[in-house]
C-alpha cells in the first residue's frame, strides 16, 4: 500500500566497481502511482541503480529509502512488495505459458488453486489464451516479454522495476508492451522504466531522469526536457542524399551545434538556440540556407518544428543515446 513518502528516495547514491564509479552521487525522487522514465546510453549506470533500489546490490555510498523501507537494512521488507522484470526473461522453456505463471504463483505463496486462477487472469489480459498451452520455447520475443511481464504481476507488486523491457524488439512488439505499461501503471503499480528508447520514454514517462556516466544530468517531463535545449528544431530534407556529410558539415558550421543525420538517407535536423523572437529564427535559418547554397548543396525542402526527445537527449549528454557501454553492471543494457 502507497505510504505517505516518495516511492523512492535515493541521496548521493553511489557504486563503485575497481576504478569505475558506475554511480557518482545520484539524487532520485519517484512519487507513488508515476510511471518514472530512467533514460541513458549503455553504460551510463541505469541497470547499476535498478540492482542497488531492487536489493539485489549494496550501495557504496548515499542512502536510498523504496516504500519507505531501507534498501541495506530492511531489504526483505522491500522484496516483498517489488517485482523486477530484466532485459532478458526469467521464463522455463520447457514448460508451456500456463505451466509457467503457475510456478511463478507458488514460489510468490500462492495455492495451486490461486496459481492457475491468477494464470489465467494474466493469460487474458495479456492477450496469450491462445497460447497457454504451447511451450514458452515456441513463443515470439514479445510473447515471451508478455508473459515475463505477467510472472512479474503474479502477486501484484507496489513497485515495478522494469529493466530495458523492450530490447531487441521489433516494433508491433513493443507497442505491445507499452500498452501493457500503461494498463500496469492504471491499475496502481509504479513503475520505474529503465530505457534507451527514447520514444518509449515520450510515450510511457510522467517523469524522466537522464543519467549519464553515472550522473543525473536532467530531470522533468518529456516537454520541459525538450524546453530546456531549444524551442525549435531545423529539419532540411536534400535532393541528393551524397550531399548529406557536405551539407551536414555547413550546418554544424552555422549553427554552432550538433547535427543528426535522418535514417531515410537525405534528411537532416539540427537544434536552434532558443531565439529572443521569431524575426531572430527567420534570420538564422536563412543563413543557414544561404551557406548551404553557397557550398552548391541543393536543398528540396525545410521545415521548423518542436525537438524530440532524442535531440534533446543529444544536447543534454552530449552524444546519441545508444554509445558503446562502460557500466559494468548495465554493459549488455
Known amino acids: 500500500m502507497a505510504g505517505d513518502g516518495p516511492a523512492i528516495e535515493a541521496r548521493g547514491l553511489v557504486k563503485v566497481y575497481g576504478e569505475t564509479r558506475a554511480l557518482d552521487g545520484i539524487d532520485l525522487t519517484v512519487r507513488h502511482g508515476q510511471v518514472f522514465g530512467f533514460l541513458g546510453p549503455n553504460g551510463a549506470g541505469k541497470t547499476t ?3 542497488i533500489l531492487a536489493t539485489l546490490a549494496r550501495p557504496d555510498g548515499g542512502t536510498a529509502r523504496v516504500l519507505g523501507l531501507d534498501v541495506v537494512s530492511e531489504k526483505n521488507a522491500i522484496r516483498a512488495r517489488v517485482a523486477v522484470t530484466g532485459q ?4 522455463d522453456d520447457d514448460l508451456t505459458g500456463h505451466e509457467n505463471l503457475i510456478v511463478f504463483g507458488r514460489l510468490r505463496g500462492l495455492s495451486r488453486a490461486a496459481s492457475k486462477r491468477r494464470a489465467d487472469e494474466l493469460l487474458a489480459a495479456f492477450d496469450l489464451t491462445g497460447a497457454a498451452s504451447r511451450l514458452v520455447s515456441a513463443y515470439s520475443g514479445g510473447m515471451r516479454r508478455r508473459l515475463d511481464i505477467g510472472a512479474s504481476l503474479i502477486v501484484p507488486p507496489d513497485l515495478l522495476f522494469l529493466d530495458e523491457p523492450t530490447t531487441g524488439m521489433d516494433p508491433r512488439s513493443r507497442t505491445q508492451v507499452w500498452e501493457l505499461v500503461r494498463q500496469i501503471a492504471t491499475a496502481g503499480t509504479t513503475v520505474l522504466l529503465t530505457t534507451q528508447y527514447l520514444e518509449e520514454a515520450d510515450q510511457l514517462a510522467d517523469r524522466i531522469v537522464v543519467i ?33 556529410s557536405e551539407a551536414r558539415a555547413v550546418l554544424a558550421g552555422t549553427l554552432e551545434g550538433p547535427v543528426q543525420l535522418g535514417a531515410d538517407g537525405l534528411t537532416l535536423s539540427a537544434l536552434l538556440a532558443t531565439p529572443a523572437d521569431a524575426a531572430d529564427v527567420g534570420r538564422l535559418v536563412g543563413h543557414a540556407m544561404t551557406q548551404l547554397s553557397a557550398a552548391r548543396v541543393a536543398v528540396a525542402e ?32
Do not use: N
Request: glycine share 8%; aromatic share 2%.
Open 212 to 244: 549519464d556516466h553515472g550522473r543525473i544530468v536532467a530531470e522533468g517531463t518529456s516537454a520541459e526536457l525538450k524546453d530546456q535545449v531549444g524551442s525549435r528544431t531545423l529539419h532540411v530534407r536534400l535532393l541528393d542524399g551524397q550531399q548529406r
Open 302 to 333: 525545410v521545415a521548423l518544428g518542436q525537438p524530440t526527445l532524442q535531440e534533446a537527449f543529444l544536447a543534454l549528454t552530449g552524444h546519441p543515446a545508444s554509445p558503446a557501454a562502460t557500466d559494468p553492471e548495465d554493459a549488455s543494457s
Open 88 to 91: 532478458f526473461a526469467s521464463l
Open 49 to 51: 541503480s535498478i540492482r
